[in-house]
């Protein structure tokens, strides 16, 4: 058992703690506003966590470097905000409720009904 | 709308580098061969998508950038821990409110990396933008001081990112 | 047992396709199509059956690999399934336009 | 043969599709466009069919063609098996196309965008389908001709087109996953998907993979049923080939014939008598179908009181006529299948093309059987009628006539009672209502009832309407002929030892140039060294 | 050639009426039909000779050798016997019509359709094979239809014409199938061996169906009960024609062909009992019928049926005397009703009606046609020194001279004929030229032309000589006829007007006594005839047999087809069921050693539950949530997700990447026209309409989650092997999936991007001139987001745009190698393009991505087409490939001409799939944009 | 002890999963099942990142990024539906 081993298993641990974190978070947390914190960032690390443990592992394997899950990474850290951004966007155009005032927007959308969808 | 002017050889230089970079990244391989298509994959995509993103900004100050990076890396590690706190507590301990954010940047690109920080980093999601008005909505989890808040975003991610930035 | 919980499971999604084209309007028709053609698309991958780490890319040190043939098969068979799906979308879209109905049984058209 | 021909006549029209779409595209106007895509799809048509009668003329001095795909052996190429019934089948579609194209051009309605390449498109498909002798790769075929049927189909819409376009495209979708289920079945029990290798490995198979590979083998063949209309999964037909732009049912002749064709592929060579388990699967099944099919379909000729709507029930009585004959799973029921399938294919798209005619004069009586004005062309278009009339019904001395001789002929003792009754009675009825369709069309005219004003110019409009049904005439002037064809063809296909070795095991022809050959395996034998 | 010669003269020339009146109006068209017709007799003089010899001309055509089916004639004395009457009748028939078709328009078709039968016609009496006399006889129902529809303006010409086609042309198909079955029996369809295997057909056990079959194409045909009905509608045609089909000819060819296959079938008593039976009740029944007949075509109509049903008994009797007297009385028959025909006609062309009621007294205006139609409807009603006599008496003596048991009955009923046939001859007559004048005539008669009159005379003239003069001048021929049927059996025969006094004398002076009696007695007779119960007609039951076909196919075809895709569904899917479990049940019900594979789950395996629950999940949510179209739209997602985890789990990521894009591909494509759709759907139907579908979908899950099982549990083996072996050597690359894709199977795939094309055009083609109205509303709120492209996504989804390109051509340049080809590399690069389209719209994309998307379409197509068809020029079969390795200092690469074919699949697949999305985001207008 | 870290994880992930599904499934609201989609897609790349390594193979690597970019792709035209209605106006 190598100290790579031991990194990787940590890592995997640790990733996979996140990511149930996230989820848990998703569950729990009381409005969509609230939620979408959880996966956002928790998530978003755990599986940044999982993809340098793969990387690790890879290079274990192969004796090399394994680098391109880097580019993974690079891509869930620059999307993230932009999912989490659009949907914030879409629960404030139906006026769901948040637990605290939503900021007033003169001409915008009166919510056609209550906090569920069609 | 074609741009008349001639776009060069390398109109993204930087662009260029993260592409030929990542290329023999997701390779994983240094071997002469991905070396040429880096080369050659670094020049075409830049060129065939450079009218996609006509106006990209370009680091000023490696150094700013690099420490903002830096910070980066040590806020969404603690907001992880932070969310971890928030999502095993219980849910009457959270304070959640919607803050609007005054931008000095005016930049749409550097505005949009600001609000991608804004929301990798502690209690924080970035919402909406207003361009004309130029502020940025966040909604935050768990918020004692909506001012400080603001303070604090301007501080640590937008002060530095205009420096990196020049605007 | 697995054989036995996979079967189960393009049956399951077959079934529950079927029960959905059944349902006589356009878009529960094009959701109907899509679970069957997963069924569908599954049970010809099966075909070839079911082996776990044993991909079939070609390499010195490996003895045993998954078929590749009905792997081939289904690609094709997914493309073309997309090609028919967007036409029939848009063949719904088009028809409840000009019908005034997502119903697609004729004279039926009122129960919308 | 040269493995050129059979290649050309699936690349040739996807070639042309292509180069239209482009030269489409690249044109001032619409106009213009319209104007290449048609000269290119003609000159394709045109060009297909010396080589499709090249194809017919080398099938018939008993060559069997096997174009192998990408140089690979049998059974791991996909293949392309060109006997006689393949080069028949593409000859009939290639010669349908070119009349349906001619007879489109009055109709503009049909002409629609991209009629032209969607026309190449479908070509490809039914060629493809009749020559491959790969069971997955007819199901891309079947794809290919059904997507661009669909397209066709559409042309104009309307209110009864999408419907009926609508319910055309989800039934086809939901034949095609149960043919790839019957794919599923088969390969995972014969592993192989080669029509020769699979007739060769169903009569091995042992007792108790019987039933299953059983179960797959009637799924397909109800697929096949669904695309050959064969009750009780008809029921898309009428609506469909009537909702389509008159010159689009007259292509539509050769579709079910796909299914037939199909059913003849699979259900003799490879499941059909001798094959051991497996032997005569479709056997319980084809012949009573077909014999329903027929009486559904007079049914709805007797019922219908519309032009183009009767002729849709006259496709079904006509499938029916196809099954039966078929069904019987003899050499001579096939044979007799062969020639009837030669003959309606021209007879329908003749009668649909008339039909069109006839409508399109009508004014706003249209096909409907209520009395008429007196429309211009009457006497000829009345001929015509009479022609394709009587040869629906198989009155002599027209080609119907003599296929149906050769059906009754053809009927063991055993089934005399049944298929001969139905096919006296059924003739009958279609006898009574394509009189009474005749009288009320040209004999019941309405003084108050005013025929289209504008109508394209005359008789010669009803050329390509003309020449499908002279056709008729031919075929039965030159039956023995086609006949003597029909038994080799019928021989061929039952003779399943030879296709298979032929399929199998013929070697390669000589390469024109054996250097060539030489340097292509040393590259691959380099390759595999690599 | 020139007994073909006689049959073909008037088919190929019926045109030249036609181009007769073109040339020189009504008197060309009867000249050209005039000349065509002795262009006949020509022919057949030339080839008559051996004929009257006592032998046979023969002529045969090859046609179908292998089905029997021959153009094979024989001029034998019968054949002769017809040939002269069809020609003969046929010529003074076209003198006739010459004159009384003057008031109709067309005559130029009526002639040539005239030539067209007489050919037909000819063709039926002269063929030496069976087939080809069912050809020919079929050729005269459909001329026949021609001419009695001839007037087709009016309803009753349109119905009495399809009448009689329907009833003839079911006749024919009988007598298709009989003569197959004959053929069968007999071993040949040649007329001299069918002829000569009499002892052989006899005894077959088809034989009764052989006879049936016949004998309904003859009772059709000869008008015999109970199909005599059609007959008197037909008398809707023009009299001419009536006067040539529904005498002498068309009617005629049932009873001849009985004559003609006399030798083959009769001598049984099924034969004697049907022909005779049949042939004695028609005759009593039609002479009953013709004698309260007030339109005097249809007096004369009965009267042939009648007549025919005389020769039919005749033939029937089994005895060779009778089929001579048969021959003879269709001779007699031929000349008496044609020249009445053509009396009745000449009288409706004076006096504007055919009416007895209105009729009368017209001997005062057209004496000679009195005295005509007097001598002839004497022939008809057997008075002696006339021809129908001679023949009436030889029936008479034959149905004397039969079996005991029929002692009574047979002469009993014949001399009732003969009364009957005495009375209406006398009312035919008198009430025409000699009962009081009416007043009630349309027009006020006038002598008719003497042309016209010609051919009466010359038909009357042979009733009287013949009648006269039998020995003389029939005796010779009919013996001659008589010799060419029956051969060595021919009897001896003596035909004399005296021949004593004996029981047919006897039969015959009580016939001609009691018929005047009757008519006489007339009014008396047709008041009892008020009182009788009416049998129902023969009209109306066809008519109602009819209406009944019709009402139940009416009834059977709208209940059955009615446009419901529902239906069709649910059709195709229990066909399924029923056919795939057909092989399971009885003999082929698995058994405990089917080898069901039920081994415990392994470690590596549990993923895969997992994944078969996501799969089903998202299935059972789909349908849950499936009129909240959005979320099912989500859910079924779901569902695709775990079909991917299924093909990553199982091995094949190649699967797994292009099920995902292909997904996305999906959802997007939904949304697009989701927006276009309703929001939700309606609450659905009844709960019993539930549990049917549920049966079934459940009998679908469960037949396939078996039929899966059972496949996964039979040992596999396949072709797998050989792919596998020759990816790398043969193919050049690692990734087998992809190998085969584009070069084992490259063919298929070369139709997978022709389907995709064809459906882009088939898209672009459809939504050419549609645009949808935009709805206001979004789901879930009043109003649409103000902000068109939401601002983060419109901003960094450019930058991300080189990245995903990247991937792209990460996965089609390694897909030959490792996971992923032109396929999922076309389909990454359409979503990365579609990204930019969903975040910056379709204006601003366009203006940065200047592509015809159908140029890129052909570019592909044509890109692939000719990677495959570049090995062509090598001498080597379509798509072959090739590849090799380059070495070039340090660097080393592989080209594979498999490469570019993949780059042809990629570059259609990205356009492909940008057509279809955009020209579907294109069709949304925002309300009142119309341009 | 990789393999019991390989458990261990597989196991958490897949509770993720469930968790993400009840959401899914939940609603109530779409930006809640959207999320949860978006959720459920960067579960699955973590699954079959850790499937990767217990098969000790890099065959999945493309298989993680077409999930990581449809997952993406697919919330984001979901969100632009509910928002607009019209994905690409
Ligand atoms: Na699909
Ligand atoms: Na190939």
Redesign the pocket.
């Known amino acids: 058992m190598s100290v790579l081993e031991v990194i990787i298993s940590v890592l995997l641990v640790f990733g996979a703690a996140f990511v149930l974190l996230g989820s848990v978070g998703l569950v729990k947390l009381p409005d969509i506003y609230a939620r979408l914190h959880a996966p956002t960032k928790a998530t978003t690390l755990g599986v940044g966590a999982l993809l340098v443990a793969s990387a690790a592992h890879h290079s274990m394997l192969s004796g090399a470097p394994s680098l391109q899950e880097i580019l993974v990474t690079v891509f869930f850290f620059l999307t993230a905000p932009i999912g989490a951004f659009l949907i914030t966007k879409v629960a404030l155009h139906q006026r769901l409720s948040a637990g605290t005032p939503l900021p007033h927007e003169e001409a915008h959308a009166q919510a056609n009904r209550s906090d569920d969808d069609a | 709308m074609r741009e008349p002017k001639s776009i060069g050889l390398v109109p993204r230089p930087l662009l260029s580098m993260m592409v030929a970079g990542t290329w023999l990244l997701a390779n994983n391989s240094l071997y002469i061969g991905h070396l040429i298509l880096a080369v050659l994959l670094g020049i075409a995509l830049p060129r065939l998508t450079v009218h996609f993103w006509p106006d990209a900004p370009r680091v000023k100050k490696p150094g700013v950038a690099a420490r903002l990076l830096a910070v980066f890396a040590y806020d969404v590690a603690v907001a992880n821990f932070q969310v971890a706190r928030l999502v095993l507590g219980s849910n009457d301990r959270l304070r959640p409110a919607f803050v609007d954010v005054p931008l000095d940047l005016r930049d749409e690109f550097g505005v949009a990396l600001l609000a991608s920080l804004v929301t990798l980093t502690p209690g924080t999601v970035s919402a909406d933008y207003d361009p004309t008005l130029s502020v940025l909505r966040v909604h935050a989890l768990d918020v004692e001081d909506g001012d400080a808040l603001i303070k604090e975003i301007k501080q640590r991610y937008e002060t530095p990112l205009r420096e990196a930035l020049g605007c | 047992m697995m054989n036995l919980a996979f079967s189960a499971g393009v049956g399951i999604v077959a079934a529950c396709g079927v029960y959905l084209l059944l349902r006589a309007r356009t878009y529960t028709i094009v959701l109907g199509l899509l679970l069957v053609s997963y069924a569908t698309n599954l049970f010809l991958f099966a075909s070839g059956r079911l082996s776990i780490d044993k991909a079939p890319i070609y390499a010195e040190d490996t003895t045993s690999y998954a078929d590749p043939i009905p792997q081939a098969l289904v690609l094709t068979a997914i493309v073309i399934g997309l090609a028919m799906t967007a036409f029939v979308i848009v063949v719904a879209m088009i028809a409840n336009q000009k019908l005034g109905s997502d119903h697609v049984d004729a004279g039926r058209e009122d129960d919308a | 043969m040269s493995g050129m021909l059979p290649i050309a006549m699936v690349v040739l029209p996807m070639f042309i599709a292509a180069v239209s779409l482009w030269v489409g595209a690249r044109a001032e106007n619409p106009d213009v466009a319209r104007d290449r895509q048609r000269a290119l799809g003609r000159f394709s048509l045109v060009a297909m069919v010396p080589l499709a009668i090249m194809m017919l003329q080398a099938t018939d001095a008993g060559e069997v063609a096997v174009v192998r795909?990408?140089n690979?052996p049998s059974p791991f190429?996909?293949t392309l098996v060109v006997d006689r019934l393949s080069a028949l089948m593409v000859t009939l579609t290639v010669v349908l196309t070119l009349f349906v194209e001619w007879g489109a051009r009055d109709g503009a309605e049909a002409e629609g965008p991209y009629f032209h390449p969607l026309l190449q498109f479908q070509v490809m498909g039914l060629n493809g389908a009749f020559m491959t002798g790969d069971l997955f790769n007819l199901f891309v075929f079947f794809e290919i001709l059904l997507i661009a049927s669909y397209a066709l189909l559409l042309f104009g819409q309307g209110k009864q087109r999408l419907r009926a376009a609508l319910h055309y495209i989800v039934l086809n979708l939901v034949g095609s996953c149960l043919f790839l289920i019957a794919v599923g079945v088969i390969y995972g029990l014969l592993g192989t998907l080669n029509m020769a290798d699979l007739a060769a490995k169903a009569a091995l198979v042992p007792a108790a993979d019987a039933p299953l590979l059983k179960a797959g083998a009637l799924l397909l063949l109800l697929v096949f049923g669904i695309k050959a209309a064969i009750v009780p999964v008809h029921l898309w037909l009428p609506s469909t080939y009537h909702a389509a732009a008159g010159p689009v049912s007259a292509l539509f002749a050769i579709m079910t014939k796909v299914g037939m064709y199909a059913i003849i592929r699979v259900f003799i060579p490879i499941f059909g008598p001798g094959q051991g388990e497996v032997a005569s699967v479709a056997e319980p099944w084809v012949l009573p179908v077909g014999l329903a099919t027929l009486v559904v379909g007079t049914l709805g000729v007797l019922a219908a009181n519309d032009f183009k709507k009767m002729l849709t029930y006259v496709v079904v009585a006509s499938v029916g006529t196809q099954a039966i004959a078929v069904g019987l799973f003899t050499q001579q029921g096939l044979a007799a299948a062969v020639f009837y399938i030669a003959h309606s294919t021209l007879l329908t798209a003749g009668f649909f093309l008339l039909a069109d005619a006839v409508i399109l004069r009508r004014g706003e009586v249209g096909g409907r059987l209520s009395a008429g004005p007196l429309i211009p062309s009457a006497r000829a278009l009345a001929v015509l009628y009479l022609v394709a009339a009587m040869s629906t019904v198989g009155l002599p001395p027209l080609s119907g006539f003599v296929g149906k001789a050769l059906l009754l002929a053809a009927v063991p003792t055993a089934w005399q009672p049944a298929v001969w009754t139905v096919t006296i009675v059924t003739s009958f009825v279609m006898l009574v209502q394509l009189a009474r369709i005749g009288s009320v069309l040209f004999w019941n005219i309405s003084s108050d009832r005013e025929a289209t004003p504008e109508v394209p110019p005359g008789v010669r409009s009803l050329a390509p309407a003309a020449s499908l049904l002279t056709a008729s005439v031919v075929i039965s002037l030159f039956g023995q002929q086609l006949d003597t064809f029909s038994r080799a063809t019928a021989a061929q296909i039952y003779d399943r030892a030879r296709t298979i070795e032929r399929v199998m095991t013929d070697a390669e022809p000589p390469p024109k140039d054996p250097q060539k050959k030489k340097a292509q395996k040393k590259a691959k034998k380099e390759g595999g060294d690599a | 050639m020139w007994l073909v010669a006689v049959i073909a003269i008037p088919i190929l020339l019926c045109w030249v009426p036609i181009w007769g009146s073109r040339i020189a109006g009504r008197n060309g068209s009867a000249w050209g039909a005039g000349l065509v017709t002795a262009l006949s007799m020509l022919a057949l003089s030339q080839t008559v000779q051996p004929t009257l010899d006592g032998g046979m001309a023969t002529e045969t055509i090859d046609w179908m050798p292998t089905l029997g089916l021959q153009l094979a004639f024989r001029l034998d004395g019968l054949a002769l016997l017809m040939c002269v009457l069809v020609l003969g009748i046929g010529a003074l028939v076209v003198l006739y019509g010459r004159y009384y078709l003057d008031h109709v328009d067309r005559d130029d078709r009526f002639f040539s359709f005239l030539l067209l039968f007489m050919g037909a016609m000819l063709g039926v009496v002269t063929s030496e094979n069976l087939l080809g006399l069912v050809v020919f006889w079929e050729l005269t129902s459909v001329s026949s239809f021609l001419l009695v529809a001839f007037k087709n303006d009016k309803a009753a010409a349109r119905k009495g014409a399809r009448r009689a086609l329907g009833v003839t042309g079911l006749g024919g198909l009988c007598l298709l199938a009989g003569m197959l079955l004959l053929g069968e029996v007999a071993g040949s369809y040649a007329l001299t061996d069918v002829l000569a295997a009499h002892d052989q057909i006899v005894a077959d056990s088809r034989y009764p169906y052989v006879l049936i079959l016949i004998l309904l194409g003859v009772f059709t045909k000869s008008a015999q009960f109970p199909f005599h009905f059609w007959l008197p509608g037909a008398m809707s045609a023009p009299t001419p024609a009536s006067a040539y089909l529904h005498s002498a000819t068309m009617v005629k060819a049932g009873v001849f062909l009985l004559i003609r296959l006399w030798p083959a079938l009769a001598g049984t008593d099924l034969w004697f009992w049907i022909v005779t039976g049949v042939g004695m009740t028609t005759m009593v029944f039609a002479a009953f019928v013709a004698l309260f007949e007030r339109d005097i075509k249809g007096l004369l109509a009965y009267s042939t049926i009648s007549h025919l049903g005389l020769i039919t008994a005749l033939a029937g009797l089994n005895t060779t005397t009778a089929v001579v007297a048969a021959i003879f009385h269709v001779i007699n028959h031929a000349t008496f009703k044609a020249s009445l025909f053509m009396a009745a006609g000449i009288v409706d062309h004076e006096a504007g009606t055919r009416d007895l009621d209105a009729l009368g007294g017209l001997a005062k205006y057209m004496r000679s046609t009195a005295i005509l139609a007097g001598v002839a409807a004497s022939a008809m009603a057997g008075i002696p020194l006339l021809n129908g006599f001679l023949s009436k008496e030889m029936f008479f003596k034959e149905a004397v001279e039969v079996g005991a048991v029929t002692s009574l009955a047979l002469p009993a009923l014949a001399t009732i004929g003969g009364i009957f046939s005495v009375a209406y001859s006398a009312r035919f007559v008198w009430g025409i030229f000699f009962g009081p004048e009416t007043g009630k005539l349309p027009k006020t008669p006038h002598p008719p032309p003497t042309w016209m009159q010609v051919p009466v005379w010359l038909l009357v003239t042979l009733c009287v000589v013949v009648g006269m003069a039998p020995a003389l001048v029939i005796q010779t021929p009919l013996i001659g006829i008589a010799r060419s049927v029956l051969g060595e059996a021919t009897p001896a025969i003596d035909i004399h007007v005296w021949h004593g006094f004996n029981v047919p004398l006897a039969m015959s002076a009580a016939a001609v006594v009691v018929g005047a009696l009757l008519f006489r007695s007339y009014d008396t007779a047709a008041k009892l005839r008020e009182g009788l119960p009416r049998a129902p007609k023969g009209v109306s039951l066809y008519n109602d047999a009819l209406g009944l076909a019709f009402r139940f196919a009416r009834g059977f075809t709208e209940r059955c087809y009615n446009d419901s895709l529902t239906r069709y569904i649910v059709l195709v899917l229990v066909s399924a069921l029923v056919v795939g479990s057909s092989p399971f049940l009885g003999d082929g019900a698995p058994d405990s050693d089917m080898g069901w594979d039920l081994a415990p789950l392994q470690r590596e395996e549990l993923p895969a539950l997992a994944f078969i629950a996501v799969l089903i999940l998202g299935a059972v949510a789909t349908v849950k949530f499936r009129s909240r179209r959005f979320v099912a739209l989500i859910v079924v997602g779901l569902t695709g997700l775990g079909t991917t985890l299924m093909f990553v789990e199982f091995s094949a990521p190649d699967l797994a990447l292009t099920q995902l894009s292909v997904e996305l591909a999906t959802t997007v494509l939904i949304l697009l026209a989701l927006f276009f759709l309703p929001e939700n759907s309606h609450p659905e139907g009844s709960s019993a309409r539930h549990g049917r579908d549920w049966l079934i979908a459940g009998g679908v899950g469960l037949g396939l989650t078996a039929l899966m099982f059972a496949v996964l549990s039979r040992p596999a083996s396949s072709i797998a092997d050989y792919y596998i072996a020759m990816a790398k050597p043969g193919g050049g690359g690692t990734n087998i999936v992809n190998v085969i894709l584009v070069?084992?199977?490259?063919?298929?795939t070369m139709g997978e991007v022709t389907v995709l094309a064809v459906a882009a055009l088939a898209i672009a083609a459809l939504l050419e001139n549609v645009r949808l109205v935009r709805r206001r509303t979004t789901l879930g709120a009043t109003v649409r987001d103000d902000e068109r492209h939401p601002f983060l996504l419109a901003v960094m989804t450019r930058p991300l745009l080189p990245l995903l390109l990247l991937v792209a051509a990460f996965i089609l340049l390694r897909g030959h190698n490792l996971p992923g080809g032109g396929f999922i590399a076309g389909l990454v690069t359409a979503v990365a393009l579609v990204l930019q389209f969903l975040a910056s719209g379709l204006r601003w994309t366009f203006q940065r991505l200047d592509i015809d998307y159908t140029v890129a379409t052909a570019l592909g197509l044509l890109i692939a087409l000719a990677t495959g068809a570049a090995a062509m020029l090598f001498g080597q079969p379509f798509?072959?490939?090739a590849y090799t390795y380059v070495h070039l200092g340090p660097l080393h690469f592989e080209l594979a001409t498999a490469m570019a074919f993949d780059i042809g699949v990629f570059i259609t697949v990205v356009a492909v799939l940008l057509l279809i999305l955009v020209r579907l985001g294109e069709v949304g207008e925002e309300e009142g944009e119309h341009e | 002890m990789l393999s019991i870290a390989i458990s261990i994880a597989a196991t958490m992930i897949a509770i993720a999963m469930v968790l993400s599904l009840v959401r899914l499934l939940k609603g109530p609201t779409a930006p809640d099942r959207v999320l949860a989609l978006d959720t459920v897609f960067v579960n699955t790349v973590g699954l079959v990142l850790v499937l990767g390594i217990a098969f000790e193979t890099d065959l999945y690597f493309e298989a993680v990024l077409i999930i990581a970019m449809m997952g993406f792709v697919g919330t984001c035209a979901l969100a632009k539906y509910v928002l607009r209605g019209d994905l690409m106006e």
Request: net charge negative; aromatic share 22%; no cysteine.
């Open positions: 795909l990408g690979w190429a996909i | 070069d084992f199977r490259g063919f298929d798509l072959t490939t």
